[in-house]
């Protein structure tokens, strides 16, 4: 069963289906995303707190994507705590991994995951390229960066 991309906070709520696999079809669902459901999600190689070099393509278990505007921000600082709070669930229930995004740079990234504790990657996207890829919409009148999630199949498929 096909979920739409805006329906992943099912899986803060404790949904499996949003890791189930996906049926095929010739169909591609449309969201109000600009990622459709059904689609490949662009391919990316960005680096995390810890030095690592994370592609999108080598991770070959479904994998929540978020998009968040800026790193040790009130808004940003309570999601990335509420993903800290069930990254052991998640990789348990649904043996999948989480990864944030935003602009900063890696010193940023490293003092935000130290603050917080974080047992995930948060990945620098200086330049936004990753986040204009997947064309992520800007928040507050085209002010701000935007705050979007997309769960991916273990192919890299928008759910």
Do not use: H, W
């Amino acid at each position: 069963m096909k979920f739409s991309a805006a329906l992943c906070l099912s899986l803060l709520a404790g949904s499996a289906s949003a890791f189930a696999p996906a049926t095929p079809s010739s169909v591609k669902s449309s969201s109000a995303l600009n990622l459709a459901v059904g689609e490949v999600a662009p391919d990316f190689s960005l680096t995390d707190q810890n030095g690592k070099t994370v592609t999108r393509s080598s991770i070959k278990k479904p994998l929540v994507v978020y998009f968040y505007p800026a790193d040790s921000t009130p808004g940003c600082t309570v999601q990335a705590q509420t993903f800290e709070a069930r990254i052991n669930e998640i990789r348990k229930t649904y043996g999948a991994e989480v990864v944030g995004i935003s602009g900063q740079d890696v010193e940023s990234k490293q003092k935000f995951a130290q603050e917080l504790g974080l047992n995930f990657s948060i990945l620098a996207d200086e330049g936004d390229k990753v986040r204009k890829s997947f064309a992520v919409p800007r928040a507050a009148l085209g002010l701000f960066p935007g705050r979007v999630t997309y769960v991916l199949d273990k192919d890299g498929v928008c759910q």
